[in-house]
Structures are given as structure tokens and as C-alpha cells.
């Protein structure tokens, strides 16, 4: 089952047993479905059909780009886990970082004990610190439960739960916060909200303190 899968692996050195594992080591590439994993080293267990890798590891698809430390993708089910993850969404300005990285069967996105933002890397003047976020890859939608904003190093505001857009998708819904600094006002926050009346008619209020 796991040979019709169109797996194709690259390595400098290797071993393996016919049906049991197979070790990669140096420069391993491993490509399966239009998602593609670079790492110092990988051992495919072709009995239990999973993959783990680590060192240098890059993960790549259509959707995500993810850096990690270490990674187990069970190919049963096409599911994957990072741990130490730094992950980058395609085609929008939304990176971030997660302890865990969960990717599902159906290609969506659990991160545990992460975060969120959508400046520009290396810049944490605006930053959505979250105990879960889970990313409905069809919907484009994400939900954030235990969220804190914040600004530089200061927690703004707790948010038990909301969700937020990570397309141009139109959903009714809170968008991603807008902040600023000055002397004058000090600290400004704006949360605007769009609502999606009708596919022709839509309205977006954004409280401002």
C-alpha cells in the first residue's frame, strides 16, 4: 500500500530492510502528495506506514511552510506532527511559532501553545499569543481560544475565543486587530468587524479606543 503512494526519497547514505525500516541520513529529501520534507535525517518504517525526521527539517505543501525540530507524519491517514515549529501561510502576510503543529487528515492546521501575527519577521510590536489555533484549510477561517494580545512585551487584552480570517474570504467575523503607538494618544486599538450581509451588500464597523 505504502509503494502506491508515489513516495520518493533523495539521501546521501541509507539503509533498509525490505518491509521494515529504512534510515536516511545527510541532505534527505522525501516528497508524497504534493508535500515536501528536507531533513539531516528520516527512518521510514514501512510497517506502520511513518515517517520521522529531524534536524534542519523543512516542511512544505501548497498551504504552509514550517520549520521544526522534529517530525512524525503518519501516511495512513495523511496527518503530520511538528514539534518546535516556526510556520509561514502561503499567499498572506500570517506567520508565527508552536510548540505543536498538528496537520489533520483533511489538511488542516492545529497549533498548540502558539502564536500569530501579521508583521513582518522579527518584528513583535503586534503579537496574538494563543493556547490553541486551529485553521480550517477550506474555509480559510481561523479559531483562537486562550488569546492574549500583545504590544511589544505588554499583554493588551484577554480573549477567551474568536476567530479571524486568513484569506480575503468573505466571512462575518472580527478581523485582525489594528495598533498603534504615539505620544499624543498613547495606545490605540481598533477591532474591526465585517459583516457579511449579502453576497452584494457588506459592512464593516471598527470600534476604536
Not at 483533511?106 to 502558539?114: C, F
Not at 519577521?121 to 486562550?146: M, R
Amino acid at each position: 500500500e505504502i509503494a502506491q503512494q508515489e513516495i520518493q526519497i533523495i539521501s546521501n547514505r541509507s539503509e533498509a530492510e525490505m518491509g521494515k525500516q529504512a534510515r536516511f541520513n545527510g541532505d534527505v529529501s522525501f516528497s508524497q502528495c504534493g508535500r515536501h520534507i528536507a531533513a539531516d535525517e528520516a527512518i521510514l518504517d514501512q510497517g506502520e506506514e511513518r515517517l520521522d525526521a529531524n534536524g534542519n527539517l523543512v516542511f512544505q505543501d501548497q498551504m504552509i511552510t514550517i520549520t521544526a525540530d522534529s517530525l512524525v507524519a503518519e501516511m495512513r491517514n495523511n496527518s503530520a506532527s511538528l514539534w518546535g515549529a516556526q510556520y509561514w501561510l502561503h499567499g498572506q502576510q500570517i506567520h508565527g511559532d508552536a510548540e505543536k503543529l498538528e496537520i489533520t487528515p483533511d489538511n488542516n492546521l492545529h497549533l498548540t501553545k502558539t502564536n500569530f501575527t501579521t508583521c513582518p519577521p522579527g518584528d513583535t510590536s503586534c503579537l496574538l499569543e494563543a493556547e490553541t489555533i486551529k485553521i480550517d484549510s477550506t474555509e480559510e477561517w481561523g479559531e483562537l481560544w486562550d488569546a492574549k494580545l500583545r504590544i511589544g512585551d505588554v499583554p493588551v487584552f484577554y480573549i477567551p475565543y474568536m476567530t479571524i480570517p486568513v484569506s480575503d474570504k468573505c466571512k462575518s467575523g472580527f478581523l485582525f486587530p489594528l495598533l498603534s503607538t504615539s505620544t499624543t494618544n498613547g495606545v490605540e486599538v481598533a477591532t474591526p468587524y465585517y459583516w457579511n450581509i449579502s453576497p452584494e451588500y457588506d459592512l464593516t464597523l471598527t470600534p476604536h479606543y
